[in-house]
């Protein structure tokens, strides 16, 4: 398993300036609570399972199976 940037530079540039904007919270949420922080609680737990390959909420990060 290994996580890495999304491959759309675009995208990538877009989050990072929403987490700057946001103080490190997902631009993608409403709510600035502390489940929300970069990396956030749902991607954590999204990672612990085994079975799990794709996107965070925001599209920043992937994991990878392999």
């Known amino acids: 398993m290994h996580i890495t940037l999304n491959e759309d530079s675009e995208v990538v540039a877009a989050v990072k300036e929403g987490l700057i904007r946001t103080g490190?919270?997902?631009p993608?949420?409403?709510k600035r609570t502390p489940e929300y922080k970069?990396?956030?609680e749902e991607f954590r737990n999204q990672i612990k399972d085994p079975e799990f390959e794709?996107?965070?909420h925001c599209m920043l990060y992937y994991k990878h199976k392999d």
Do not use: A, I, N, T
Request: charged residues 10%; proline residues 0%.
């Open 54 to 56: 794709g996107y965070c």
């Open 28 to 30: 993608c949420r409403m």
């Open 24 to 26: 490190g919270y997902c």
């Open 38 to 40: 970069c990396m956030c």
